[in-house]
T-cell receptor
Framework: ETGVTQSPTHLIKTRGQQVTLRCSSQ?????VSWYQQALGQGPQFIFQ???????GRGNFPPRFSGLQFPNYSSELNVNALELDDSALYLC??????????FGPGTRLTVL | QKEVEQNSGPLSVPEGAIASLNCTYS??????FFWYRQYSGKSPELIMS????GDKEDGRFTAQLNKASQYVSLLIRDSQPSDSATYLC????????????FGGGTRLMVKP
């Protein structure tokens, strides 16, 4: 059984740029959730996708957007990057409303 | 504002002792509760889930849930230095969307 994978591992961008982060869900899982974790804090929910539809969204601006593909993999896109977007971005997969399992994360640094 | 609160620590315990980690939450409608372990520089790892009042045991870990008092706790028996990590409490507050709300985490240090 393959676990959750994310790419890239690390990324450095400058303010105003756009970034795309990718996630492959665990085999058999149809739901992907994205979280942002700033240093020293708990993860914060960005949004969730279930069967290619957005299924819930946290308190993040519209420049955070996402997609889920038919194979249940997912992308997180962030436009007009700001310094405060520097964080660990976590993808978690689950089977519908069951337990969520996290990937290794993508560390984004915005300069 | 729906919140999950944890003491940030660090909580320091000697090797072999019981570590007790606590978490309170604000939404009485919450139904699902989770404990994640996060080593420095790594992603959270699910170690326990609990859905009903009472205790749930898995190896050296016991999760305790009291919905009336709105708290959930994690006990780690026979603590080992490898248990040193940040422990995150997560609550599924919005059951319709399966959104997890996390506390800030408690840093546990187990000293040999």
């Amino acid at each position: 059984e393959t676990g959750v994978t994310q790419s890239p591992t690390h990324l450095i961008k400058t303010r105003g740029q756009q970034v795309t982060l990718r996630c492959s869900s665990q085999s058999g899982h149809n739901t992907v959730s994205w979280y942002q974790q700033a240093l020293g804090q708990g993860p914060q929910f960005i949004f969730q996708y279930y069967r290619e539809e957005e299924n819930g969204r946290g308190n993040f601006p519209p420049r955070f957007s996402g997609l889920q593909f038919p194979n249940y993999s997912s992308e997180l896109n962030v436009n007009a990057l700001e310094l405060d977007d520097s964080a660990l971005y976590l993808c978690a997969s689950s089977l519908a409303y069951n337990e969520q399992f996290f990937g290794p994360g993508t560390r984004l640094t915005v300069l | 504002q729906k919140e999950v609160e944890q003491n940030s620590g660090p909580l320091s315990v000697p090797e072999g002792a019981i570590a007790s980690l606590n978490c309170t939450y604000s939404d009485r409608g919450s139904q699902s509760f989770f404990w994640y372990r996060q080593y420095s520089g790594k992603s959270p790892e699910l170690i326990m889930s609990i859905y009903s009042n009472g205790d749930k045991e898995d190896g050296r870990f016991t999760a305790q849930l009291n919905k009336a008092s709105q708290y959930v706790s994690l006990l780690i028996r026979d603590s080992q230095p490898s248990d040193s990590a940040t422990y995150l409490c997560a609550v599924n507050i919005d059951n319709a969307g399966n959104m997890l709300t996390f506390g800030g985490g408690t840093r546990l240090m187990v000293k040999p």
